[in-house]
């Protein structure tokens, strides 16, 4: 899992059939601009990242661990984690993958720091677990599945610090399950896939025997047309109701979400807009974050991003709003 989707960059070392490994190095830097409170504006060094992969015939496994300057987040203890480990073997129904794995939810967020599927823990999200992913042609046309669980969160994640699961310290993540099933109709030029994800876990207390069950639906539609992609998704949870006025985990919160994204695509420059919205039934507040953003890549391997970013949260004391620009800038070796 990359924080810039749009530029995983090149990788060092070339398939064969003794199977060697590829590596890949990443260093990426993060420059934040509010456009009022300029006093808490900050550039820094955002993490470096070492991955491994290794192919050979049915059997495959991957590694990424990263690294930064400082706590990854308030929530995690330390300045280097694994954000991804697995070993698969490759089976006539699709690869099973143990270790830690990406989340295989909804759409994946194309933006630098997230969208706020991302603030409440929805994507970029991994955890320990195993799972199914599979397709099959027919025609032109792709169906694909996915399947996992996952038994324990671990506090590597990108969620709002608050939010969710992974920065509670008195609950814990168990008994995760999730799935979701796409069909891609692929007509040359253009092309539709819509899909379907399903996720539910419990949330135990660590010290306790207080327990309730998150669920999460999404539907979600990708639809292209040469270079340019249409996304849309629509999302629902139901977890544990916050009450109006009262402080809460909204990540726990019983909510509606949708998110709608377009984006242009050409050999160096990408064009994209990211709007999501998060209504929070419980507590009675509304987030919405318009993220506009370009990335340009002039060269394999080098990625720049300016992204501006309007961010409210409307509750019932009022509305808050905070904008500014974000650049970020990726190197790969």
């Known amino acids: 899992m990359s924080i810039l989707p749009a530029a995983r960059g090149q990788e060092v070392g070339v398939k064969t059939d003794l199977g060697l490994p590829k590596f890949r190095v990443e260093a990426v830097l993060y420059d934040y601009e509010p456009v009022s409170d300029r006093h808490e504006r900050y550039a820094e060094f955002f993490y470096g990242a070492f991955s491994a992969e290794w192919t050979r015939g049915d059997f495959a496994a991957k590694a990424e661990v990263r690294g930064r300057a400082g706590l990854f987040r308030p929530y995690y203890d330390g300045s280097v984690w694994l954000e991804e480990g697995w070993a698969s073997y490759a089976t006539p129904i699709g690869a099973v993958r143990v270790g830690k794995l990406e989340r295989d939810f909804g759409l994946a967020d194309e933006s630098f720091l997230g969208t706020l599927f991302t603030a409440n823990g929805v994507t970029r999200n991994p955890d320990w677990g195993a799972g199914l992913a599979g397709e099959k042609r027919l025609g032109f046309d792709t169906l694909g599945w996915s399947a996992r669980t996952y038994g324990q969160n671990d506090h590597v994640s990108w969620e709002d610090d608050g939010r969710g699961v992974e920065s509670d310290p008195t609950r814990v993540l168990r008994d995760g399950l999730e799935a979701r099933v796409f069909y891609l109709a692929n007509k040359g030029l253009w092309s539709l896939k819509p899909a379907v994800s399903v996720a539910s876990a419990a949330l135990d207390q660590r010290d306790g025997p207080g327990s309730f069950r998150r669920t999460d639906v999404a539907l979600d539609v990708t639809a292209t047309f040469g270079p340019i992609a249409l996304l849309l998704e629509g999302f629902t949870r139901s977890g544990e109701r916050c009450v109006p006025g009262a402080p809460c985990r909204l990540g726990y919160d019983d909510a509606t979400a949708g998110l709608v994204g377009f984006r242009a695509e050409f050999p160096t420059v990408t064009y994209r807009y990211l709007y999501s919205v998060w209504r929070y039934r419980g507590a ?39 904008k500014a620009f974000q650049f970020g800038l990726s190197v790969v070796f």
């Open 284 to 322: 009675e507040a509304t987030e919405q974050l318009h993220l506009p953003g370009v990335v340009w890549a002039p060269r394999k391997g080098l990625a720049a991003t300016i992204e501006y970013s309007a961010r409210s949260m409307r509750t019932l004391s009022g509305t808050a709003v905070v």
